[in-house]
């Protein structure tokens, strides 16, 4: 199998990491995290106006029609940066979700903005308790002669604040834990019933939790069938999943080069203290977690989109372990490496370290995905 990068995929990757390294440095990201809103709208048009806004969204809607690697690669960058703005969720898990939900209207009034970044549209699954199962959906819609009434929460929506729209997913039959029965709408944060709870998280991103109270929408707002919205979900959130190991290994990347700047200007006993052979050694193991962890997202893009669920899971399931684990082990040692000053927010190994952790234990953490991957091969 050619592993190479087309010529187009290789201009890509080095354009966004030419833009996060002239645009995105450390004291722009905190006067960033400073801001109001706590994201930039300047770093969105700078995305948008390269197309990454575009990549996720089909080309008879504007978009680009590229694929989970060129996604990859563009993670990679971003995640070198630690860029905050809410690209995964609204660049990667909302196009895919309202294509797959091929709903002819929904993409003709939402994806070519998406695409021009434009507009931000937000999709809120997350639930407290949830834990990565997708299909526990607790949130109602109940239908009424003029559309449907939404009750529920979520929580933790990443990019919640700044979304101009939301797609909420509601159930209009069956219990959480059915897979049918699931539905989207769309929803105008301002709406009578629709509080909105921003926030900022450990990693630095923005979250909300968004509350609805007898939310009135009207029949149109449904994408897609009633009810038969969770294969269109759990594929978009398959495709994300695959955005977020490409995102930790472009971390990965950078504590070890900043690790190894730092061992090279730490002195001790009178030289660097990169010389010493027990550091070495366990710089080299870092290497080797995060040599591994990029084998392992190259595989979940790939299989992020097999048609096979069993096949596709197992892909998934399997590189978020790994990728988990080696996460947890290039940022603990990194902090070991640096010492006290590898916890304070003045060194970036700590902002990397916390956004790892994050990572983990976004959409479904080691422990669940550990146990997905034995349950879907039994299946097999």
Partial sequence: MDFNFSEEQQLLSDTVQRLVRDTYSFEARRDILKSTGGWSRDTWKALADLGLTALNVPEEHGGLGSGPVETM???????????????????????????????????????????????????????????????????????NASGYVLDGLKNVVIGGGAADELLVTARTSGKPGDTDGISVFRVDPKAAGVTVKDYGTIDSLRAADITLQKVSVPASSLIGTEGKAFAAIEAAHDQALSALCAEAVGIMKAV????????????????????????QHRMADMFLHSEQ????????????????????????????????????????QAVQLHGGMGMTDELMVSHYFKRLTAIDLTLGDVDFHTQQFIAAANAS
Avoid: W
């Fill in 293 to 332: 962890a990029r084998s392992m997202s190259y595989l979940a893009a790939i299989k992020c989109v097999e048609e096979d669920a069993g096949e596709r899971r197992r892909a998934l399931s399997a590189a978020k372990v790994i990728i988990g684990q080696a996460g947890k082990f290039v940022g603990q």
């Fill in 256 to 279: 070890n080069a900043t690790t190894l700047d730092y061992t090279k200007s730490r002195k001790q006993f009178g030289q660097p203290i990169a010389r010493f052979q027990v550091l």
């Fill in 73 to 143: 690669l563009v993670m990679n960058a971003l995640g070198e940066g630690l860029v905050v703005e809410p690209f995964l969720a609204a660049a990667v898990l909302t196009p895919v979700l309202i294509a797959k939900l091929n709903d002819k209207a929904a993409s003709e009034q939402l994806l070519p903005d998406i695409a021009s970044g434009e507009r931000i549209v937000i999709v809120a699954h997350q639930e407290p308790r949830t834990r990565g199962e997708l299909d526990h959906v607790a949130t109602r819609a109940d239908k």
